[in-house]
């Protein structure tokens, strides 16, 4: 049986944290942000993690 590849897009926008869990950044950023508050954008910036139920896909897409 071959080896798996990784998901090309799936390595660009996700990581894996030290505990397992996968790291993604937020939506809502690439255009129209002169509608956005302040705040809105500061909020943003961060990034969050995958939600549990989209964790286990995630992880399949990254061969982990």
Do not use: I, W, Y
Request: with cysteine; charged share 40%.
């Amino acid at each position: 049986m071959p080896k798996m590849k990784t998901h090309s897009s799936a390595k660009k926008r996700f990581k894996l944290t030290g505990s397992g869990k996968v790291k993604r950044f937020q939506a809502k950023t690439s255009h129209m942000m002169r509608n956005k508050s302040k705040k809105a954008k500061l909020r943003l910036r961060g990034s969050t993690l995958v939600s549990k139920a989209d964790e286990k896909r995630m992880k399949a897409l990254l061969c982990k």
